[in-house]
């Protein structure tokens, strides 16, 4: 064992109380931190869980028509104003290639064809606005676990056959194997059969979504052999924004990350952590202030001792070196107490609270780099807290502490 | 004065013309012109009345304090342009201390007190280390007290553990600074004639600060200061 570890713990263990003391306190701050983090992360991941789980993370669109402006023969725009026209679903060229190419760059982890319109449901009497959405249900797979939205039913959709929400079935009175008349507002249409009911736990999806085979969408919208949108999942979700912008840069077309779509939502996650960010800070202040405090102490009582030590051959700098590694070992042990207390109150936190359907309403994120940061963080504030103290055991003046011993 | 090693030896401490004086607008000169030699084998003792300069003399040649001006050498290197972690190199090397009040650790065991300075200067414990703290205990006959913590010992015994430590990297020389200040007549007697016997034994030269007229008389050179000189130095 090295001399100035020797010696520190020597000096840790021959004053339980106040070790324990300032070990409780560091336990307690590492404990906040764990909590705090683990709860905010936690309903960070579910709420973009649950915004991800029914959308890609960057979609690819031939860009939106603009405006034609016609001059006159004398060269004068004739149109007091100019107007957007109403946009068509509109295929992008050469989608195949595309995919491919999209599916290679880095960072990407799926890749699918879609089309995407507008279209009108009819049932009886009663009609409803829809987004239709083509797709090929092994490569969309990819992109949005469709699966795991299922309620009712199977997800082949062949020919005439649609996937719809649980809002839309029970709105429609319908059910799988139910019936029921699509119409775009081409006047392009037919009657499909209901191959499979999902849940997005969302009403708005669950009311207007409905997916069809990507051939039937192809006919629904007239353009055969054509996709309007490619959607894209990420390796790391924060990389979409990036990645859109490269692929805008790259191909011309209009690509949106989740992000953009999703704004108000990244704001929202955002300054949620900004505000877990300045509380675990004043937490690692209280924190430093505690050790620096009681080395500081350590050091007025150690003095003689540190004098002897000088005098009988021991360096300044094993001297600084006793009080950086207390400060460390102070952390260590400081913040394996706390992860475990702060371990402990996010579980019983996550199974008091809880929805009718048994997942937890606060869902906590405790992973492995939450523990490794906090002890890193711990060891890194232990150590820099006792630099100051260590500074001053080394610069004391032997003669003097032995002299006024 | 001060010329007491035979030609040919090299002296442990060589003192020429040392001068240390303290403050800057009010200054006191506490040592006037010191010159000393400690020949190796020497058992010298420091005498002279409060405020002679005594303890200073003696932070001075343990490498503790830099005199004002003059020069000191610790076997014939002169110390006075070495940095602080050179001196404290030669201080391990060279000198043990011995205090008045045994200044042990209370935290340590008195074979870690015994062993820390050779702790200290080899970086972890060692078997050699061990076995060299445990055969001074022995020779200062607390062998069987080699783990009790420094406050369960007496005070003679953590005197002569303090001796022990002192002597654990065989230093050239001792300096002991009022070492039977504390202690009672009987127990004085003892540590007096433990630095009688490791002197004898060891050949390791101690210069002894003593305000005690029965510990300096025992020993071979009494070197008496008065008012920051040196008033005699007699052999006996």
Known sequence: ?405 | MGESVPAGETPVVQLRGVRKTYGERVVTEVLKGIDLQIGPRDLSALTGPSGSGKTTLLNLVGLLDRPTSGTVEIEGTDVGGLDDGDRTGLRAAKLGFVFQFHHLMPAFTALENVAMPLLARHGRPAPWIRERALALLDEVGLAERARYRATDLSGGQAQRVAIARALVAEPALVLADEPTGNLDTETSAQVVELLERINARRGTAFLIVTHEASVAERCHRIVHMVDGRIDSDRRR
């Open chain 1, 1 to 405: 064992m090295p001399f100035p570890l020797f010696v520190a713990l020597r000096y840790l263990r021959d004053q339980p109380l106040q070790t324990g003391l300032i070990l409780s306190g560091i336990g307690v701050g590492v404990a906040v931190i764990i909590f705090l983090s683990a709860l905010i992360t936690g309903l960070q991941q579910s709420i973009i869980e649950r915004t991800l789980g029914s959308q890609a993370h960057v979609v690819v669109r031939p860009q939106e028509e603009s405006p034609r402006v016609h001059p006159d023969a004398g060269g004068a725009l004739v149109s007091p104003s100019v107007e957007q026209p109403p946009q068509r679903v509109r295929p992008i060229d050469g989608w195949p290639d595309l995919r491919d190419e999209l599916a290679r760059l880095p960072g990407v982890s799926g890749v699918a064809p879609t089309i995407n319109g507008p279209a009108i449901a009819a049932r009886g009497g009663g009609s409803v606005a829809l987004a239709v959405r083509g797709i090929e249900p092994a490569s969309y797979l990819a992109i949005v676990d469709l699966e795991s939205r299922l309620v009712d039913g199977e997800l082949e959709l062949t020919g005439l056959q649609a996937a719809v929400g649980t809002e839309l079935a029970r709105k429609l009175g319908i059910g799988v194997g139910g019936r029921i008349r699509i119409q775009t507002t081409g006047e392009r249409g037919g009657v499909y059969t209901v191959a499979a009911i999902f849940d997005f736990n969302s009403v708005s999806l669950n009311e207007s979504l409905v997916f069809v085979s990507l051939r039937t969408a192809q006919t629904l919208f007239g353009i055969e052999g054509g996709v309007s949108a490619l959607e894209l999942v990420t390796e790391d979700i924060f990389a979409a924004e990036a990645l859109a912008a490269r692929i805008r840069d790259r191909t011309g077309l209009d690509a949106r990350s989740w992000m953009e779509q999703n704004g108000d939502l990244l704001v929202g996650l955002r300054s949620q952590s900004m505000s877990s960010i300045m509380i675990q800070v004043f937490v690692i202040l209280a924190v430093a202030l505690g050790i620096a405090s009681v080395l500081a102490v350590s050091v007025v009582q150690k003095a003689r001792e540190v004098g002897i030590l000088r005098a009988t051959g021991t360096r300044a700098g094993s001297i600084t070196q006793i009080f950086l590694v207390q400060g460390a070992l102070l952390g260590a042990v400081g913040s394996i107490a706390g992860i475990a207390l702060g371990t402990a109150l996010a579980m019983f936190f996550a199974s008091v609270a809880r929805n009718p359907d048994g997942s937890a309403t606060f869902p906590v994120a405790l992973t492995g780099w939450l523990y490794g940061r906090s002890v890193i963080i711990a060891m890194g504030v232990g150590v820099l807290a006792a630099v100051l103290p260590a500074r001053d055991a080394s610069r004391m003046d032997p003669a003097t502490v032995i002299r006024n011993g």
